[in-house]
């Protein structure tokens, strides 16, 4: 099992070049840890809202009743792509931000996947 910070640093072993990251608690959305290579990026406003997308999207599915559950959430925006990933018993998530140029977005998901899986 691995702990929110040893969790954000297998990521940043794997995926140097992001640009922030962040294990978030799905039910108040505060950072359990964090990493930025950007001065100005805050994260923790950053895993407010994207925990506000998540319970957004929980109650979309819920309301359209589907069987289903959130695997990740990904938001491609000019030259950064967002990625949110749930834990598997969805009280966490990883939020990833990272430059489209630099990074393979397969890649991303495969390190978010195996960090979630053991995140405790």
Sequence with gaps: MSTPKQAVKEILEELPTLLAVAVVETETGMAL????NIADFDIDTAAAYNTEV????????????????????????TDQLHVIKLSPTGDKFIYLAVNSRDTN?????????AQTAVLT
Excluded: E, F, M, P
């Design 105 to 113: 977005l397969a890649v991303a998901r495969q390190v978010l996947k």
């Design 54 to 77: 998540v319970k957004q999207k929980l109650k979309a599915i819920q309301a359209l009743k589907l069987n289903q559950t959130v695997q990740d959430i990904l938001l491609t925006l």
């Design 33 to 36: 840890a964090s990493h930025t």
